[in-house]
């Protein structure tokens, strides 16, 4: 899956709980550089490339699995503990292993978030 493909999904698995930037667009966005600004309720921000951990060589030597996790965070900017109930349908409706997830609730100085992987191991076929 590419990022685009995760964040499409990512969209319309968080719905109604994903929040708006100032310019009224999904507060989903892939890569660093998030737009500034107020944002209204969840914001996901999925990492542009994922993260390789390990390559394994196939037995016929034509292919390699890449071991790949992409990096996502949720941060609740309107406090409306929404992060809980987001994680359980990610976790129900992707069926791939999430793993990491840190959480750190909110202060007065602090919105609550949650960062955590998705496992995407794929194949890619060698010359």
Known sequence: MDSKELRDRLQVILGPDLGKFGNGKP???IGENVPSGAVNGLQCVIQAVPEARSTIPALN???VLIDSY???ILID???AGTIATAMQRIQTQIKRAIRGEVY???TLKTYAQIRFQI???HA???R
Request: aromatic residues 14%; proline residues 5%.
């Open 104 to 106: 750190l609730a909110s």
């Open 61 to 63: 030597g034509q292919h």
């Open 124 to 126: 890619i076929t060698l």
């Open 27 to 29: 507060a989903i966005w």
């Open 77 to 79: 900017f309107a406090n």
């Open 119 to 121: 496992h995407d191991p």
């Open 70 to 72: 992409w990096q996502v």
